[in-house]
């Protein structure tokens, strides 16, 4: 069979890549492994699973209709309200019909006489594409640390990204929790209510900020409705590819008792915009200093037993891993029943039938839960087996850091679409607005292609190295890309120290998109060349032409480097 496009992914982005191509009147397929839509709220069903990024805001922006008609309950919305959200709009949009479940790619080989991707499944499909769009996830890879002995444990391990449909009842369970990230944050309070015992292993300790979670109440939800698309430009015009309160100013230019106040009205607005309480504090680690110490003390003044707050306390730069929301979550170490593990020196052993050994000591579980995180960027991809020109794979291309134009595509393979690749905002933004604008650059860019006759099109290697060192110059002027962070691959044992996300705020890339693609995709080349003087159609992308709002964007980076970095 052939499509003139195959989709690998149904969350999100495989889900609006569909719409999109059916809107041009192309046909598709989308495979996605799991028997459902939702990509990482259809996996993630762990207890406490949520969004960090208010609902309002995280969720598309594509359709008003679809703005007007869903209503979120929460600031941030549980991962079944979000599943739900999803489904919802695969079938407003009757999107099932293109897609097949229960079915993974396995492999995708470009036939370079054809022009045409081949794509193979584990169901045994075997269908043809000139596009093959990845929208595989950038937290998708469940990462399973193969601990010793893990066979001999005599109760289930379960790993929090790929959590059992039917649920899990933990009460009265001895539960251990393996890791200390956003996942376990979220989940660790809840379990701590269900189980008779609940030791924590961290390897590194976290910074977290309380969510204040809360239901939305019908005026202000009225409210936003009143002006949804006055917010998404708004959004569209931050760093972060979301709206929130944000001082420029500088820590360092405040009187500590400015610090103070401004910290602590911060910390009540609680979630990701804490780090919005001055603009220097991911550029000057001096600033960093006063809002990590801030932080530390609030642990300190939550946690009774000092050396277990010591442990809590994270010593390394704050907002440098991706900081987590939660509710709750420090006050739990004050139960009796709840015990942390420091691994950080020794290492989780192994697995015994038992439960878990550090230091030659066992703690007894009957369940063991991984809260241990994703092959993040790459993982998707590393796990199919993906063949360019020439032969030559994707795993081996990437085998030093995964290179891309713009987080797009990559050289040497043509018409290979990634959404939200490394290179890209992504992780560091509002991921639905990430997806949204890479869906609309890529309908754009296949329309053109088809358009001007042309079969394929790819990046050039120079356009590719040079974003690629775009991509790591930015980084380094932001103190995020200075820890062992999933960021930069440090989560994964012999995965190459890249900083992979594009750090340069989302306006900024949006806006490097849209002249590209104006410039006849500045940076591609194609096999038929377009000899029109016409620039080519923003059917999809205009909505993301919006003007930079620069006084938003800290004023500390523009000094640096004329980019905001997020
Ligand atoms: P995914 O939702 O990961 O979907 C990818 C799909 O591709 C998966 O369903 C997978 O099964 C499928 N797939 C992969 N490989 C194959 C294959 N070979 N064959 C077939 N199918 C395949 N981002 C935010 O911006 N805000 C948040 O609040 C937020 N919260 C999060 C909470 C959790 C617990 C996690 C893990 C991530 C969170 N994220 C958040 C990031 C989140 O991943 C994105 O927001 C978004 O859901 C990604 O959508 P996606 O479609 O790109 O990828
Ligand atoms: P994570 O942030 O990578 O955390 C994994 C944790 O497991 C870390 O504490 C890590 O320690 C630990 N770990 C990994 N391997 C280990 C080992 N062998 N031994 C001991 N500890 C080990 O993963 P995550 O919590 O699933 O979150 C991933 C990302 O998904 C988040 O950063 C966020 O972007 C997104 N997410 C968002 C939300 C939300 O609030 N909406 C919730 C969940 C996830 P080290 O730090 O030392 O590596």
Not at 27 to 32: T, W
Not at 143 to 169: A, K
């Amino acid at each position: 069979m052939t499509f003139d496009a195959v989709v690998v992914g149904a969350g999100f982005a495989g889900m609006y890549m569909l719409h999109c191509l059916r809107q041009m009147g192309l046909s598709a397929r989308v495979y996605e492994t799991g028997d459902g839509v939702g990509g990482t709220w259809y996996w993630n069903r762990y207890p406490g699973a949520r969004c960090d990024v208010e609902s309002m805001q995280y969720s598309y922006s594509f359709s008003q209709e679809l703005d007007q008609e869903w209503t979120w309950s929460e600031k941030y919305a549980p991962q079944p309200e979000i599943l739900s959200y999803a489904n919802h709009v695969a079938d407003r949009f009757d999107l099932r019909k293109d897609i097949r479940f229960n079915t993974k790619v396995t492999s995708a080989v470009f036939d370079e006489s054809a022009g045409e991707w081949q794509v193979e499944t584990s169901q045994g499909d075997q269908v043809r594409a000139q596009f093959c769009i990845m929208a595989v996830g950038c937290l998708s890879a469940a990462n399973r640390p193969p601990f010793d002995g893990i066979d001999d444990f005599n109760g289930p391990v379960y790993h929090t990204g790929e959590w059992p449909h039917e649920g899990v009842d933990l009460t009265g369970k001895r539960v251990a929790v393996i890791g200390t990230g956003s996942s376990a944050i979220q989940s660790i309070p809840i379990i701590a209510k269900q189980a008779s015992s609940l030791t924590v292993f961290q390897r590194t300790a976290n910074y977290t900020v309380p969510a204040w979670n809360a239901k939305l109440d019908d005026e202000y939800v009225a409210s936003i409705k009143a002006d949804y698309p006055g917010l998404r430009a708004k959004a569209r015009a931050r760093p972060t590819g979301f709206y929130f309160p944000f001082n420029t100013n500088s820590a360092l230019a405040a009187t500590p008792e400015e610090r103070e106040a401004q910290y602590e009205e911060s910390w009540q607005r609680g979630g990701l915009p804490f780090l919005g309480a001055y603009g220097d504090l991911l550029f000057d680690k001096e600033a960093n200093d006063t809002i990590a110490e801030f932080a530390r003390r609030k642990i300190r003044e939550t946690v009774n037993d000092p050396v277990t707050a010591e442990l809590l306390s994270p010593d390394n730069v704050f907002g440098c891993k991706r900081l987590c929301v939660d509710t709750g979550y420090y006050a739990v170490y004050n139960e009796p029943h709840v015990t942390l593990v420091d691994v950080s020196k020794t290492p989780v052993e192994r697995l015994t039938e038992n439960g878990v050994v550090v230091d030659g000591k066992t703690y007894e579980a009957d369940v063991v839960v991984c809260a241990t995180g994703f092959a993040a960027m790459t993982g998707s991809f590393d796990r199919m087996h993906i063949v360019g020109r020439d032969g030559l794979t994707l795993k081996e291309k990437w085998a030093a850091g995964p290179g891309t134009y713009l987080g797009l595509s990559t050289a040497g393979f043509p018409n290979l679409f990634m959404v939200t690749g490394p290179g890209s905002p992504s992780v560091l933004a509002n991921m639905v607005q990430s997806i949204e604008q890479h869906v609309d650059w890529m309908a754009d860019c296949i329309a053109h292609i088809r358009k001007v006759g042309a079969q394929t099109i790819e990046p050039t290697p120079e356009s590719e190295k040079e974003w690629v060192e775009h991509v790591n110059e930015v980084a380094a002027i932001s103190l995020r890309s200075t820890c062992s962070s999933w960021y930069v691959g440090a989560n994964i044992p012999g995965k190459p120290r890249v900083f992979m996300p594009y750090i340069g705020g989302f306006p900024i890339y949006v806006n490097r998109c849209n002249d590209v693609l104006t410039n006849h995709f500045e940076g591609f080349v194609t096999d038929v060349k377009d000899e029109s003087n016409e620039i080519p159609e923003v059917r999809f992308t205009d909505r993301w032409r919006v003007p930079l709002d620069l006084e938003v964007i800290s004023p500390a980076a523009i000094a640096a480097k004329k980019v905001p970095v997020v």
